[in-house]
Nanobody, 125 residues
Framework: VTLVESGGGSVQAGGSRRLSCTGY????????MGWYRQVPGNECELVAS???????WYADSVKDRFTISQPRGKNTVSMDINNLEPDATAMYYC????????????????????WGQGTQVTVSS
């Protein structure tokens, strides 16, 4: 299983980015996918997820500003991140779990969750 992210970069406050994740060798039809983020010194935070039935979930901190999507039958998942503020600066990780995405103290921790390599988003004021 390989997850490859793209779309990170630098953006000014108020701006937007689209993060994308393409998976190879993954059972998309039976998995939950999502995005975590982590700032050095802080715990890993699950910010959005989408289930195999298309239902989505968002952390309160990003609700109404982030939108996760996964075209049916496609091996990609995207997340539009809008109205960005400097506190959104973090490394963002795509993740997949054949059960459900759970809390991790550190992103990319060894376990049942598959992780991408991460893509950095930096928001300047």
């Amino acid at each position: 299983v390989t997850l490859v992210e793209s779309g990170g970069g630098s953006v000014q406050a108020g701006g937007s980015r689209r993060l994308s994740c393409t998976g190879y060798g993954v059972p998309f039809e039976e998995s939950e996918m999502g995005w975590y983020r982590q700032v050095p010194g802080n715990e890993c935070e699950l910010v959005a997820s989408i289930s195999s039935d298309g239902s989505s979930w968002y952390a309160d901190s990003v609700k109404d500003r982030f939108t996760i999507s996964q075209p049916r039958g496609k091996n990609t998942v995207s997340m539009d991140i809008n109205n960005l503020e400097p506190d959104a600066t973090a490394m963002y990780y795509c993740a997949l779990d054949v059960l459900s995405l759970i809390h991790w103290q550190a992103c990319q921790a060894a376990g049942r969750t598959y992780w991408g390599q991460g893509t950095q988003v930096t928001v300047s004021s």
